[in-house]
């Protein structure tokens, strides 16, 4: 898990090719012409997914086998659970859908405002749209990367 301001992204790159290209979409800042849904970026290795929902106080804890996840919330706020995966109990599994549900205490919860960033690793389980208090509308992107 790394979180941080969107605006010191770069200090990552080098990790992967998938994760540089992801940064280089970052660093334009042109989230608000995205339409809702998909956005290829580069076919299946990196593409971006636009959506709004309002938090919630309970929500599903996830986790990925072949993705890294990286998410931007562009209005409103939310915090996300985080907690790495040997310490969950994994419920459900659908590999064509890249989806691992698990059950557990989380090990860190990160909240999200517009400028913030996390990027969850396939041994992150991640719990996001997770209020802050009250249930608070969305606008979030999230990057997903090959690994």
């Known amino acids: ?49 636009r959506f709004d929902y309002d938090t919630v106080p309970q929500s599903i804890t996830e986790g990925h086998l072949r993705y890294t996840d990286i998410h931007v919330v562009l209005e409103g706020e939310e915090k996300v659970g985080v907690a790495d995966v040997s310490q969950l109990h994994a ?11 698990f059950e557990g205490e989380f090990g860190a919860m990160c909240t999200l405002r517009p400028g913030d ?19 608070t509308g969305v606008k979030k992107i ?3 990367v090959k690994e």
């Open 1 to 49: 898990m790394i979180y941080g301001r969107i605006d010191r992204l770069d200090r990552y790159r080098g990790l992967s090719e998938n994760l540089d290209k992801a940064l280089d979409f970052l660093s334009t800042g042109d989230f608000a012409a995205l339409p809702m849904g998909t956005t290829e970026l580069d076919g299946e290795n990196v593409f971006v997914n």
């Open 91 to 101: 419920t459900e599994r659908r590999e064509q859908e890249d989806f691992v549900g």
């Open 117 to 135: 960033f996390l990027i969850v690793f396939s041994e992150d389980a991640h719990c996001p749209k997770l209020w802050t208090g009250t249930s």
């Open 142 to 144: 999230v990057v997903k």
